[in-house]
């Protein structure tokens, strides 16, 4: 038997169901932005992992976040880094409330059961001062040999703006669908 690190995730129930309106929204929209998917202890318990995972004392070993910062001066902190498949060191991130419901949603808006989906998991890394990220769909960076139908669900570990002239996490109101339409 494992040990958990980090304990199994909180069990302060939440459940968190798309509406009519909120499918119609991203299928009109290509997005939809949701108040809330978790609750404020499965956030800090996430954030213990997520801490552990980007602890420069992991960088080098199997499963170590990946610097995509560009060339950086020597001694100068890494200012975008990502983690590929946490759930695969940290399976019960796949117990969380944050995935169920995150679930259940993308099931909802984009049609299938729930039971047909299946996730994966990328954390980044982003302090202030880097170069920004630009509006993109994640698609683009995705196996252009297998066929998605997919969403991503953003969930940030700490307060965020939504203001679009402070964020690159907020949705561009005249977004349209495109082959893969993705969530923040």
């Not at 995730?9 to 119609?24: N, Q």
């Not at 996430?46 to 960088?59: G, S, V």
């Not at 939504?162 to 349209?176: I, Y």
């Amino acid at each position: 038997m494992s040990t958990l690190r980090f304990g199994p995730p909180p069990v302060t129930p939440f459940e968190a169901s798309p509406t009519r309106d909120d499918v119609e929204f991203f299928k009109e929209n290509g997005f939809l932005v949701v108040e809330r998917l978790t609750t404020d202890e499965e956030i800090a318990w996430l954030r213990q992992i997520f801490e552990y995972i980007f602890d420069p004392q992991q960088a080098g070993k199997a499963g170590a976040p990946v610097d995509r910062s560009g060339t950086l001066d020597p001694g100068e902190e890494p200012k975008l880094t990502q983690a590929f498949f946490p759930e695969m060191k940290f399976p019960e991130i796949l117990d969380s409330t944050f995935r169920r419901n995150a679930k259940r949603y993308a099931a909802a808006l984009l049609g299938v059961d729930e039971d047909r989906l299946s996730s994966w998991g990328h954390m980044i890394r982003k302090p202030p001062g880097g170069r920004p990220a630009l509006w993109h769909q994640d698609h683009a960076y995705w196996q252009p040999e297998l066929d998605y139908h997919a969403l991503g669900v953003w969930l940030p570990m700490h307060d965020v703006t939504t203001d679009p002239d402070r964020t690159s996490a907020a949705c561009c109101p005249t977004a349209r669908p495109m082959t893969r339409p993705t969530m923040s």
